[in-house]
């Protein structure tokens, strides 16, 4: 005799089983999207560091030779730079979640109804 899951526990598997597929891109990208990233983050970090560097420029401040120790100046400035890295990395996900994730017009839908929006009937 076979043992049936309860209704709700059933389409809550579902609904997951469907979050992983469509989540697969990023908690297990393929090497081509793993080098997009890569990519990206290397030239946010080229941009901010030429941004640094004009910025130093115009302050007239000397660079520091190879060897020489940091100064906090420079420290902070580094753990800055990280941070606009992260946002400027932020900036470009939340493009690409909005254009996959924040629905559009739904074909058809005048047709189906709103509250048909509402339902799980696309599992």
Known sequence: MGVSYAPPAYY????CERG??????WFNPDRDTKN??????RNHRLDVKKERDAKNLKANRPERK???KK?????????????????????????????RWVPGPV????IRGAEML????WM
């Open 20 to 25: 992983r597929c469509y989540m697969r891109k």
């Open 36 to 41: 997009d990233w890569d990519r990206k983050k």
């Open 12 to 15: 809550a598997d579902r609904l």
């Open 107 to 110: 074909d058809g839908a005048e």
């Open 118 to 121: 509402h339902t799980m009937y």
């Open 71 to 99: 100064t906090e100046l420079e420290l902070t400035e580094e753990e800055e730079d990280k941070k606009e890295v992260a946002k400027r990395m932020m900036e470009e996900l939340k493009k690409e979640i909005n254009e």
């Open 66 to 68: 190879r060897g020489d």
